[in-house]
């Protein structure tokens, strides 16, 4: 019994987006059709409605009668441009390489989130820095995702001064829950947004239940009610303007609902043709974008004692064996940025080639006889 959503991806065109078994969206949200208009907005980057036939009367989203949502077709009638996900998004989200400018985006986090985990009392001895947006699609991703999306949440890429190890694109987690999002068996849900209200969404038991103004929500996907922290809420930390950007999070929830409940092959390529023209096109051609300096200031004020401490025995065990191995600290160090920026020559490399590939196949595909790309 599934809910199958078909959206609006044309000018008149409703393909088959998802197919979404109900039982798992009413462990995600209290009213399903809300979560569908979200995940719709999510998927396409575009406002609208849903209804249960194409262009017809909107749905009545504040129902949370099981009988009332049934297992059939319901459509999301988009407004304005549309900005689609990119599918591949939610993959490679894990890098196990270590770089200096990677340390400084975990010690910033962790300033950020008072050095614990933001859904678990665990020291951040026992953490890691997630990206939400995956480090290894590179610093020109983000500010084109950022230019594409920014205008729908208010937010422009000028904040991002460090690219996609920018603050805003970045949580502390415990090793556990870090594995759980890197495998994209979790995600985090921003509340309220375009469709959904804070107690849209369903509390945990050991938690008071009353609505806050603001929810960060961690929801599984994959064998949800097996999980203890499902639906469970990050605890507030840092000042606003250094919180995870809600562009970020719901661009990774779409692609990631979109990554397990997509309704077959064809709309995946369809949706791989969109970001390969769309994100990653704008990505190749951009500059390399001049980023504040990764390894200056950061680690002043607002290191505690212990840290720094652990800071400087790091440094000298790095030394110790720099010595073993019969080289210096500089020349090691020299080896960590330049492997650093062949990975991200190579992650450019790869958007380019996505991108000449589409164009090449655009050519191609316009020297035949012209055929519908997305069925009805």
């Known amino acids: 019994m599934s809910a199958h959503l078909h959206i609006e991806v044309q000018d008149n065109s409703w393909p088959l987006v998802l197919s979404v078994p109900l039982t798992d969206i009413w462990g995600l949200c209290h009213r399903p059709l809300k979560w569908l208009r979200f995940v719709s907005y999510a998927i396409c980057g575009a406002e609208g409605d849903i209804s249960m036939t194409r262009g017809g009367s909107t749905v ?12 059939g077709h ?25 770089t200096p400018r990677r340390q400084n985006f975990r010690t910033r986090i962790a300033q950020r989130d008072g050095r614990q985990c933001l859904f678990s009392p665990v020291s951040w001895d026992y953490c890691e820095a997630a990206h939400i947006i995956p480090h290894s699609k590179g610093h020109n991703y983000i500010m084109a995702l950022a230019a594409g999306r920014g205008t729908l949440y208010g937010v422009n890429g000028d904040a991002l001064g460090h690219g996609i190890d920018s603050i805003q694109n970045g949580l502390l987690m415990n090793n556990i829950l870090h594995t759980a999002f890197g495998k994209n068996h979790c995600v985090i849900l921003k509340t309220p947004n375009f469709a959904l209200r804070t ?47 809600s562009l970020f999070t719901d661009f990774t929830y779409g692609a990631t609902v979109f990554q397990k409940w997509a309704a077959g092959e064809d709309i995946q390529a369809w949706f791989r043709d969109r970001a390969a023209e769309g994100i990653l096109a704008t990505a190749a051609a951009m500059a390399p974008p001049l980023l504040d300096n990764e390894l200056g200031e950061e680690n002043g004020p607002g290191e505690d004692d212990a840290a720094t401490k652990l800071s400087q025995a790091m440094d000298t065990i790095f030394m110790i064996q720099c ?6 600290l500089e020349a090691e160090l020299k080896k960590v940025e330049d492997a650093e920026a062949r990975a991200e020559q190579r992650g450019e490399a790869e958007s380019r080639a996505k991108a ?4 090449n196949a655009q050519r191609v595909f316009a020297s035949t006889p012209s055929t519908s790309r997305c069925s009805t």
């Open 356 to 359: 000449e590939a589409w164009v």
């Open 199 to 245: 107690d849209d969404i369903p509390y945990l038991p050991d938690s008071d239940g009353v609505a806050s103004d603001a929810r960060c929500t961690l929801q599984f996907f994959h064998k949800a009610q097996s999980f203890p922290d499902h639906n469970r809420d990050a605890r507030p930390s840092g000042p606003e303007d250094h919180q995870p950007w």
């Open 74 to 98: 319901y459509y999301y009638n988009t407004r304005g441009p549309r900005y689609f996900i990119d599918p591949e998004v939610a993959q490679d989200k894990h890098s196990s390489v270590y």
């Open 323 to 328: 010595f073993m191995r019969g080289t210096t």
């Open 60 to 71: 009545d989203y504040e129902n949370t009668l099981a009988d009332a949502f049934q297992a």
